[in-house]
């Protein structure tokens, strides 16, 4: 049993804290919001004042919205870090540019703490059913000291090396092809209708053909059914897609594909679509195209 | 048994024209090389003069590359559709613009013959073990009268419509995801060994994350192994992906996402990659950045 304490309980954050007090941990938890404190408190976290319990803690789970939260949250003017004991280990979960991670990883390590680059990937049911993906980065000591953590919150965790940013890197690269394939689903579904072809009839086809992905079966029948309950937003991918343009920039990467979906989802937020279910991305082709998609029954 | 033509035997329609044998048809081959005849022969392939028989033929199979070479062989100056009989129908192949599927079939139904949309998807190893995808849409009859042969070919037809052009439409949009997602895997791949992770470790990750498709699971792998035996070429692309931005264009339907794929796939075809498999479209990327991409062992 140890003590962690969790930074962020949105809804990745709220279902990893969940998992980490289903596995016996005492779980002390923070956030903007006193409500989402509170509400973890009835399902078994600590009470108490989070800085006063931090020096206690064994780990630190971060599952803020980006790289600016993180960072603020854990070395602003009144950052937690400071208040942490030698050793404890903090495991940052949220999507950001890698040389953000290493950083953090030089900074934490010169107050004698262990960091881990550990994005998570899966979606807000797989927080909740403790089978998240981490693409995970850092010493060998920041992975074992965060070991009760990732076996609590996961299903899966690659080993990306021995030092921050790879994980951060791993994660920019899936969320990159994620973004693609929400927008080329989205281009592809409002194509057939434009020709005839119904999205679910779309779906049948593509689901079984060489033209189908992880994120048509999963953001697809959205479409289908129109509902566009956010599950994972349109606000997500200007940020996500952004790290990997900013990247690629600084590299001297070209990613024409990357920035074509860039631009799509900077203009469906523009349209107000932000927060909606990111397959709302298929409104924005409609709209232009002059296409009715199928509304919730 | 059914007399059944076939015109077109590259590596798609040889392996359809082995099918149709193997299932007990008398089987007619015609191409431009007449070592693809005289290999089918050997096969168990009828002999004599290909437009001699055509009057006995039940059905037509064209498999060639193309709409014009399709609408030549059939209704060219030496076409074959005035050597057939009434009634005889027309299996159309290859991916084309719905439009003209449209007006070949006006054109067929003209001369008395039945006429069948139908494009395959699904690759020559498919295609050699009968086991193809055909988005196929016509008259009932036409589907009556084709069923002998989508039997002997095909592993699953997708049934589009009463009328030519909604199997070709279904067909381009299948494409237009498939090549966008190769596009999307050259640059991800690509990104992901500018930040230092091998593509062996890409796919692995991956290939098991929320960023997969298909055509990642498919492809990748070539580059993996530094393997570029052309299975389908980056040739097809600028052909296919033109047909999409064609009907795009004409039914003023915006699609930045395949717009940016195609010009890839074209600059591809003018750096001397066009009869590499379509995964080499990842030297593109590499070459740019001055990235090393895995050799062959």
């Given at each position: 049993?140890q003590?962690?304490?969790?930074?962020?309980?949105g809804?990745m954050?709220?279902?990893?804290?969940?998992?980490?007090?289903?596995?016996?941990?005492?779980?002390?938890?923070?956030?903007?919001?006193?409500?989402?404190?509170?509400?973890?408190?009835?399902?078994?976290?600590?009470?108490?004042?989070?800085?006063e319990?931090?020096v206690?803690?064994?780990?630190?789970?971060?599952?803020v919205l980006?790289?600016d939260?993180?960072?603020?949250?854990?070395?602003g003017?009144?950052?937690i870090?400071?208040?942490?004991?030698?050793?404890?280990?903090?495991v940052?979960c949220?999507?950001?540019p890698p040389?953000?991670?290493?950083q953090?990883?030089?900074?934490?390590?010169?107050?004698?703490?262990l960091?881990?680059?550990?994005?998570?990937?899966?979606?807000a049911?797989?927080?909740?059913?403790?089978?998240?993906?981490?693409?995970?980065s850092?010493?060998?000591?920041?992975?074992?000291?965060?070991?009760?953590?990732?076996?609590?919150?996961s299903a899966?965790?690659?080993?990306m090396?021995?030092?921050?940013?790879?994980g951060?890197?791993?994660?920019?690269?899936?969320?990159?092809?994620?973004?693609?394939h929400?927008?080329?689903?989205?281009?592809?579904?409002?194509?057939?209708l434009?020709?005839?072809?119904?999205?679910?009839?779309?779906?049948?086809?593509?689901?079984?053909?060489?033209?189908?992905?992880?994120?048509l079966?999963?953001?697809?029948?959205?479409i289908?059914?129109?509902d566009?309950?956010?599950?994972?937003?349109?606000?997500?991918?200007?940020?996500?897609?952004?790290i990997?343009?900013?990247?690629?920039?600084?590299?001297?990467?070209?990613?024409?594909?990357t920035e074509?979906a860039?631009?799509?989802?900077?203009?469906?937020?523009e349209?107000g679509?932000?927060?909606?279910?990111?397959?709302?991305?298929?409104?924005?082709?409609a709209?232009t195209?002059?296409?009715?998609?199928?509304?919730?029954q």
């Open positions: 049993m003590n962690i304490g969790i930074i962020g309980l809804s954050g709220y279902g990893i804290a969940r998992n980490l007090i289903n596995a016996g941990h005492r779980v002390w938890g923070h956030d903007i919001n006193q409500a989402a404190i509170d509400r973890l408190v009835v399902e078994g976290a600590e009470t108490g004042i989070f800085r319990h931090a206690n803690f064994d780990a630190l789970v971060v599952v980006n790289a939260q993180t960072q603020e949250v854990l070395f003017e009144t950052g870090a400071s208040s942490l004991h030698n050793n404890t280990v903090i940052s949220a999507t950001i040389d953000i991670a290493v953090m990883e030089t900074r934490a390590e010169k107050e004698g703490l960091y881990l680059d550990a994005p998570i990937s899966g979606g049911i797989r927080a909740s059913s403790g089978e998240l993906t981490v693409m995970a850092g010493r060998k000591a920041a992975f074992d000291a965060a070991k009760p953590v990732l076996d609590a919150i899966k965790v690659f080993d090396g021995d030092h921050a940013g790879a951060s890197a791993m994660k920019a690269t899936n969320q990159m092809l994620a973004g693609i929400i927008a080329s689903m989205a281009e592809a579904i409002t194509f057939a434009a020709q005839g072809i119904a999205p679910a009839r779309f779906f049948e086809v593509v689901s079984q053909s060489a033209g189908t992905s992880w994120i079966e999963n953001r697809a029948p959205h289908v059914e129109g566009y309950t956010p599950h994972s937003t349109i606000n997500i991918w200007p940020k996500d897609l952004g990997v343009m900013d990247i690629a920039k600084t590299t001297g990467f070209s990613a024409p594909i074509a860039l631009a799509l989802f900077k203009t469906a937020v349209k679509l932000g927060f909606e279910d990111d397959a709302a991305l298929a409104k924005l082709y709209d195209a002059g296409l009715h998609l199928p509304e919730k």
